[in-house]
């Protein structure tokens, strides 16, 4: 069993930075990729920022130059950077990571639970 915990969501105010966590633990043999989406209020989730096992990083138009992705492959831990937040940056954010778990041979997408981040005008 995979699972996906993230934290550090909250209220902030315009302008403002947050930085949200996420950790995979359970039986896990190697993590590709991982992610973070969001989804608004009436809206499709949307990919914000991923990086590979490697490092390489892709961000969403929207929040380049502003948020900054980074992982930490010993704990099995993604992260995400979020400065100079917009109001319109409102939303649910969860992390997904494409993972094999032990004595498996296939990768699977494991999603975390999500984590409100809310930014006021």
């Known amino acids: 069993q995979v699972q996906l915990v993230e934290s550090g969501g909250g209220l902030v105010q315009a302008g403002g930075s947050l930085r949200l966590s996420c950790a995979a633990s359970?039986?896990?043999?190697?993590?590709?990729?991982m992610g973070w989406y969001r989804q608004a209020p009436g809206k499709q989730r949307e990919l914000v920022a991923s990086?590979?096992?490697?490092?390489?990083?892709n961000y969403a138009d929207s929040v380049k130059g502003r948020f900054t992705i980074s992982r930490d492959n010993a704990k099995n831990t993604v992260y995400v950077q979020m400065n100079s937040l917009k109001p319109e940056d409102t939303a649910v954010y969860y992390c997904k990571a494409v993972i094999r778990q032990t004595g498996w041979s296939s990768l699977y997408d494991y999603w975390g639970q999500g984590t409100q981040v809310t930014v006021s005008s």
């Open positions: 359970g039986s896990i043999f190697s993590i590709n990729g």
């Open positions: 990086i590979t096992s490697a490092g390489s990083t």
